[in-house]
């Protein structure tokens, strides 16, 4: 068995231990991959908070633009520059956290590989500032490049990096290979081939070889943008190699021990099959899948009360029936016995099925109780006891939605796990409200490294 799991049993999955996976000082980058909006970016700074925590230091890379991390971490602003996380760490851990820019890392990777004057020629170039921020998969490889950046500076001994949101989660795979495509693509060399030949032998290919081509891109382009483009393929003719060489480093650097992948979905049909597909291209490039985080999961403390009984009793309550509640048949007992106290053995086992509520359901009684003050009088009135029915109701059939829920999510979670038996899992309970300071990041760690939802 890998290190950061461990076994359950036959029937379940294995559980993602998250604490040994961090705790391992064999594990030097943590990527949290997956489909858009299901939590990669709190996932990755609360295991970047739980790792400082536990002595590391670490650094959080993330490629939100909601800079939602910067908030939840108490800084004014995160940039391109790692900035340390005060209040954070302990046992000699600290925690840095930056956010991609990727126009400002393309910039430094030309500062770093050219010439000054050739770099200020490629800086100043219209096309090159179109293509530094907004290429497609620019960003995805630029993160590429940020993160073999880190690792080679080694200053902290774990990088997690939040992959950049994105319709398919495998364009964080595939972008490396695709901008190195179009660097290296037929387009770029025959645009480089003039600059390559150079003096008048240049110029005699572009005027004859190329002037019906040139001619018809001038016309679909501009004149002024595929000069543009020629003279930013002649600027960084000597730089093509180099990223291609740097996307292929960082690529291995991603299958090498020590990098462990956590594929974070939510437990809806979409999310989990965009999971199973990072899954299996993972495996596909021989790169190592440390488990599954699978956030935003719904718990009860009363499941020992299913929705059909919750609904079937909120009925009977509604309708001024009676539930023996030992049998769960209606209209069975004494009926010398009055409505009073019939009510009130309906009323005894729902409080004792949500005797362990939710915040949402806590929160929906109170506004029950505030919209229906109980009337005053003396105990025991038909008014009151009517009111008490009401609330119970309405407990009832929160509780059987929760249960319905939490089944639809138990089914989709399932089908997964018999896809994938082999993938640890790690559930984190659906909090009540969004995660916006230090205190709810290291309460999502605390679920991680419990790895099942509270109430489960």
């Known amino acids: ?60 890379l993330t490629i939100d633009p909601a800079r939602r991390l910067a908030q939840s971490m108490g800084i004014d602003s995160l940039d391109n520059t790692p900035r340390r996380v005060a209040g954070v760490g302990a046992d000699g851990g600290e925690l840095h956290a930056m956010m991609l820019d990727m126009k400002r890392t393309f910039d430094e990777i030309v500062e770093a590989h050219a010439d000054g004057e050739r770099a200020r020629a490629i800086l100043a170039n219209p096309f090159y500032q179109s293509l530094s921020a907004g290429f497609a998969g620019t960003q995805e490889y630029m993160a590429m490049e940020k993160l073999g950046q880190l690792r080679a500076r080694d ?18 795979l595939d972008a490396p290979k695709r901008l190195g495509s179009f660097l290296d693509g037929k387009f770029i060399r025959v645009l480089m081939a003039p600059a390559k030949v150079g003096g008048r032998a240049g110029m005699k290919f572009l005027n004859v070889g190329m002037s019906m081509m040139t001619g ?13 483009v020629q003279t930013f393929v002649a600027a960084m003719d000597t730089m093509f190699g180099g990223f291609r060489t740097r996307a292929d480093a960082t690529f291995r650097l991603l299958q090498a021990p020590g990098t462990a992948f956590l594929v974070v979905a939510a437990p809806e049909p979409d999310a989990l099959r965009e999971a199973a597909y990072f899954v299996e291209r993972l495996a596909a490039e021989s790169m190592p899948l440390a488990g599954l985080v699978l956030n935003r999961v719904h718990g ?35 009926t010398a016995a009055g409505p009073t106290e019939a009510a009130g053995t309906t009323r005894t086992t729902a409080t004792r099925a949500t005797a362990t509520p939710t915040a949402d359901t806590a929160g929906t009684a109170r506004t029950a109780q505030t919209a229906n003050p109980p009337e005053t009088g003396s105990p025991g009135t038909e008014g009151d006891t009517a009111v008490v029915d ?66 489960a």
């Open 1 to 60: 068995m890998s290190e950061g799991v461990d076994t359950v049993g036959l029937d379940t999955p294995p559980r993602l231990a998250v604490d040994r996976l961090l705790d391992d000082p064999e594990t030097r980058i943590v990527v949290c991959c997956g489909a858009g909006g299901v939590g990669k970016t709190t996932t990755a700074a609360a295991l970047g908070v739980r790792a400082a925590g536990r002595g590391r230091k670490a650094v959080v």
């Open 155 to 172: 200053d902290w001994d774990l990088i997690i990096v939040d992959t950049p949101p994105s319709r398919s989660a495998l364009d964080f």
């Open 216 to 228: 018809t891109l001038s016309k679909l382009m501009g004149a002024s943008l595929l000069k543009d």
């Open 300 to 334: 009860s403390g009363a499941d020992q009360l299913s929705a059909e009984r919750a609904l079937a009793a909120a009925e009977n309550l509604e309708e001024g029936g009676i539930v023996d509640q030992e049998s769960g048949k209606a209209g069975l007992r004494d």
């Open 390 to 455: 009401q609330i119970t109701a309405g407990l009832l059939r929160l509780h059987a939605e929760r249960m319905q829920v939490i089944a639809r999510e138990q089914r989709t979670r399932d089908r997964f796990t018999s896809l994938h038996p082999e993938v640890a899992v790690a559930e984190v309970a659906a909090l009540p409200g969004d995660v916006h300071d230090l205190a709810g990041l290291r309460a999502i760690g605390e679920r991680l490294a419990a790895g099942v939802p509270a109430g």
